[in-house]
């Protein structure tokens, strides 16, 4: 059986969940949780988080803000966001992961 990991191709790669731009590297496991349904921050809730290099670093040393403000930054650009959004999406983000933050279950 075939169960080589494929990059690319048929697969998609598999992204940050955090700032959706570097290729992860580090999954964080959560309990389900639900968010702010129906607003544009409305994730699945999945109970895996993939994070890149960068994110998994401001995670594992507490830095939430910056993670915060990372992850907001790279929403704007990939979704070309006026300034005016940026404020409302800020908030969202943030209580995300604050949710996110609360459910994460402490690697053992
Ligand atoms: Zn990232």
């Avoid at 059986?1 to 697969?11: K, V």
Wanted: net charge negative; hydrophobic share 35%.
């Amino acid at each position: 059986m075939q169960t080589a990991m494929h990059l690319g191709g048929e697969y998609p790669v598999k992204l940050c969940d955090f700032c959706s731009h570097g290729l992860f590297v580090k999954c964080y496991t959560c309990y389900s949780f639900v968010y702010l349904k129906g607003t544009s921050a409305e994730h699945d809730s999945g109970q895996e988080w993939n994070a890149c290099a960068e994110c998994a670093r401001l995670i594992d040393t507490d830095k939430w803000k910056a993670l915060t403000e990372r992850a907001v930054q790279a929403f704007a650009r990939q979704n070309r966001l006026a300034g005016y959004e940026v404020p409302l999406i800020r908030e969202e983000m943030d209580y995300l992961h604050r949710a996110l933050r609360q459910n994460l279950i402490p690697e053992s």
